[in-house]
């Protein structure tokens, strides 16, 4: 556990023989899938749940990759593979080539002209984007049992801080100008991670640690997908439209349009991806919201996320100052469950005064209703939570495919 100190670790041996006790289990699904296949982009489908598939595409041809050790080699070409438009390196097996170059087309259905609106969307919200990111998104991946857990027992969760870099590409990717077009990163990030996630179905399972605690077989379903995808522009979505940032209709349209996107390019199949907000609210109403939970590896995760602006020597960005932005974030329930402390002055503070900085931000308030310290502070860790997510941890390694799981 990366610096942890004495009283924290041994706070979390507690927590962890508490959870042992209890032996917490979070339900995979309160109730059977419903969701039909006709508020998807696909508009129709076999309506299987997604429970039940994986990638069937991508999976079989990582495993033979790993069995046959040549996931070295692999990697070692892909580092050079970084422009959506770049060829792909000569020398990659064949069946992994001929699927990579199927895998990074876009689909029919992406439309250029909202992703031209997307950029407009994503230069206005950038800032609020990568705390929203991080902290909303990021923290909520810890109260995902089934992501925490595989995240915690693959070879990623033993260096957090790297790991956190590489998922913060695929959030600075998404939110560039040119991020499907061919001098872009974004499908080449998508394509990568699709065939990380296919490499970790194959790994977990022979993890002796994570077959003890999980619930599932295989890791990673299309279900654990929309899960995770919903707890980053579902999530954010909410939280923009919770304090009033006046969003245009062909914008809001136009950021969902680029997570549907990733979506497809990760492997998600289209049947399952939400065609507009009203529909992701209600599938992320199923699969997300009943979910939520905490387990020992959450809150190990928790605890490492929060020290990382710390590590990074930010006063602004302190543990205290993330835990209560995630307090007010996902609310009470979740960060007491995370074992995140309250905060006398920055609990109460974020809930009189944030919306108030938001209107006052957004010119919605011609007079500023608070103090300009405390309108100071919010601005400068609105600017220093967006810079450590979208730029400080940005890697200057590539996403690679894993070999192992992590080692105890
Ligand atoms: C790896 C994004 C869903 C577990 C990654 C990476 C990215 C990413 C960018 C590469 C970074 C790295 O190699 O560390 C996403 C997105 C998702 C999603 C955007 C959904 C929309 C999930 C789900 C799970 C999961 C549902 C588990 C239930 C993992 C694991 C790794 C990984 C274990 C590999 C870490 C390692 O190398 O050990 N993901 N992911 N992901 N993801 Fe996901």
Partial sequence: MDKLSRRNAFRMGGALGAFGALAVVAPARAEPW???????VAGSGPG???????????DPIVAALLD?????????LLRTWTRNGQPLPPGLPTELRDFMEYARQLPPWADQGKLATAIEFNE?????????????????????????????????????????????KLGYDIGTANAYAPDGEMIVTCVKTRLVHAAV?????????????????????QNDMMVTWHSLPT????????WRVPIPAAESAAFLHTW??????????????????????????????????PTPEGVKLADILLNLGAQLDLAILSKPILGAFTRFLLGDKIADSLYIAREPVWDPLLNVSWGPFIAVREGLLPVVPLASETYWLFDEFLRRAALLYLSELR????????QSNRPR
Avoid at 48 to 58: L, Q, R
């Fill in 124 to 168: 206005k919200r950038g800032l609020y984007l990568g705390v929203l990111y991080g902290l909303a998104s990021g923290m909520m991946s810890t109260v995902i049992p089934r992501e925490a857990r595989a995240v915690y027992y693959s070879k990623g969760g033993a260096n957090m801080k790297d790991r956190i870099s590489k998922t913060a």
């Fill in 201 to 221: 179905r194959h790994l977990l399972p022979q993890s002796p640690h994570w077959a003890h605690a999980a619930e599932e077989d295989i890791p990673i379903s």
């Fill in 235 to 242: 999530t954010v979505m909410q939280k923009l439209t919770g």
């Fill in 48 to 58: 299987a749940d997604p429970m039940t598939v994986w990638d069937a595409e991508a």
């Fill in 68 to 76: 046959r050790g040549e996931v070295p080699r692999v990697n070692d």
């Fill in 260 to 293: 549907q996107l990733c979506a497809h390019m990760l492997g998600i199949r289209d049947e399952y991806i939400p065609a507009s907000w009203d529909e992701a609210n209600s599938q992320a109403r199923q699969v997300l919201d009943p979910v939520l939970a």
């Fill in 395 to 402: 890697p200057t390694i590539s996403i690679e495919i894993p």
């Fill in 34 to 40: 419903t969701w039909s296949p006709q508020g998807s």
